[in-house]
């Protein structure tokens, strides 16, 4: 694979990206979001909250949680 074609592969998350958006892009994202504390993510609201919020609720450095969902 060429390396502009793995750049293109690369998914960008950020703090308005959705929790059940990022679980469809980036499945194995699951297991980060455990280990953080956020077992809720089967709940159908969280689904639909983005990262920055699901931090709030949660007590969370969004910026932290964001340099590991997008590192894994």
Not at 50 to 56: F, G, N, Q, S, V
Not at 67 to 72: G, I, P, Q
């Given at each position: 694979?060429?390396?502009e074609d793995k750049k293109k592969d690369k998914i960008e998350?950020?703090?308005d990206t959705l929790i059940g958006?990022?679980?469809?892009?980036?499945?194995?994202?699951i297991?980060?979001?455990l280990r953080f504390g956020m077992?809720?993510?089967a709940c159908p609201a969280s689904l639909n909250e983005?990262?920055?919020?699901?931090?709030?609720v949660h007590g969370m450095d969004p910026d932290y949680l964001l340099?590991?969902?997008?590192?894994?």
């Open positions: 694979m060429a390396i998350i950020d703090k958006d990022l679980i469809r892009m980036k499945p194995q994202s297991d980060t979001l077992g809720c993510i983005t990262i920055a919020e699901a931090c709030m340099a590991e969902l997008n590192n894994n």
